[in-house]
């Protein structure tokens, strides 16, 4: 595989210091008790992750493509790209097949990056947890630098002696210790932080109470459904338009085409003509016929979808949360926790979503209740 990627004229210990800074400058953010430089940290962290994991990547592939000239390489060729490109891939790659990522600590840098991806792409974070977030996601990189480091090709360089950045680790500059100093700094960067396991499970379970308990006071004061039939009647609607929402594009085009076809007889016709040009009788009715036709066949379609549809957030499964949210304090370690949150997350927000659909929805009836009345 040829690699076109730009490379830095740095010796391995000079290389190490650009991460180790990084990893300063992380401390210093997630030190300041602000959840705009804690989402700052998680970003530049996501990104120390992935540069360590692509070299290590990149190092392998590399060895791969000199010998398979001779023997068949491991990976194919597009593989190796794949797992070069993609965060998820190169994490999958040194937990699963060199392990020298445990699986507690690839689930963190997967959180991690998801969390990331929020932060950087739609300007999104959780105020209440990305500081927690942010120092698991630290002491996993800690944890994972020495294994990432160990091994592979080490290259020198006349400065490499003028490296002295590495006294304050107790560490001499050389290359023959690379191995002892990374496992050494990684064991002092892990400890300049403290994050305990009962706090960051308080914050997580009271982020997720908080959320749960509006979204309750929501269905049982707002919405007032005050059954659990009710509840999961709304709650399936939602869902199903949420998971089917391409199907019932696909299903819906033939309908927006119908409609479409009301505005043939007026194509490239600017908007004060558009009146003055009458469509005939023949075509209004066969216009109208395909838009019936099509509404049809889209109303029995999605019928037949939303009567095989099994719903998985259901009043049960929303109650039974509460019990899973206070099980977070028994996690046996902070891997754990952000595993467990995360799942419990995402349930909730998808209800949340559902559950916020439905109260605009409601809002908007009601509006148009009072407009009607109000002779509008």
């Not at 790209?81 to 699986?103: M, P, Q, T």
């Not at 739609?122 to 800690?142: A, E, F």
């Not at 009715?285 to 037949?304: D, M």
Request: net charge positive; hydrophobic share 40%; with cysteine.
């Amino acid at each position: 595989m040829t690699n076109y990627s730009p490379k830095n004229d740095w010796d391995s210990l000079e290389a190490l210091h650009v991460i180790i800074e990084q990893l300063e400058v992380c401390q210093g953010l997630l030190r300041s008790r602000s959840h705009s430089k804690a989402r700052a940290a998680v970003i530049l962290l996501d990104h120390v992750a992935d540069a360590l994991m692509y070299s290590k990547c990149n190092s392998d592939f590399e060895y791969q493509n000199f010998i398979e000239m001779v023997i068949p390489p491991t990976l194919p060729v597009k593989k190796r790209s794949e797992i070069l490109f993609r965060f998820d891939e190169k994490v999958s790659y040194l937990s699963k097949k060199k392990h020298l990522i445990s699986g507690d600590d690839a689930s963190v840098l997967i959180i991690g990056h998801r969390v990331r991806n929020f932060a950087y792409h739609r300007n999104y974070h959780n105020p209440i947890t990305i500081s927690v977030v942010g120092l698991i996601l630290y002491k996993t990189i800690c944890s994972i630098l020495p294994n990432l480091l160990q091994q592979g090709y080490y290259s020198y360089s006349p400065l490499t002696k003028q490296q002295t950045w590495t006294k304050r680790y107790g560490v001499a500059p050389a290359i023959s210790n690379l191995g002892e100093f990374s496992r050494r700094i990684a064991d002092r960067l892990s400890h300049q932080l403290k994050v305990s396991l009962p706090s960051a499970a308080r914050v997580m379970m009271t982020d997720l109470s908080i959320r749960y308990w509006k979204m309750q006071r929501t269905l049982k004061h707002h919405i007032a459904l005050k059954s659990d039939k009710r509840i999961n009647d709304m709650l399936k609607h939602y869902e199903f338009a949420d998971v089917h929402y391409g199907d019932l594009l696909k299903l819906l085009q033939p309908f927006k085409e119908a409609r479409y076809l009301v505005h043939e007889p007026h194509k490239g016709l600017p908007p004060e003509d558009l009146m003055k040009v009458p469509v005939p009788l023949e075509k209004m009715l066969e216009i109208r016929r395909a838009i019936i036709v099509a509404e049809r066949n889209f109303k029995t379609q999605r019928r037949r979808l939303f009567k095989n549809f099994h719903q998985t957030v259901t009043a049960n499964s929303i109650r039974a949360m509460k019990q899973e949210i206070k099980k977070l304090a028994t996690t046996p370690s902070l891997s754990c926790l952000l595993s467990q949150y995360d799942y419990l997350e995402r349930r909730l927000t998808q209800a949340v979503s559902y559950v916020s659909r439905a109260e605009s929805d409601f809002d908007h009836e009601i509006d148009l209740a009072i407009d009607i009345a109000r002779g509008k």
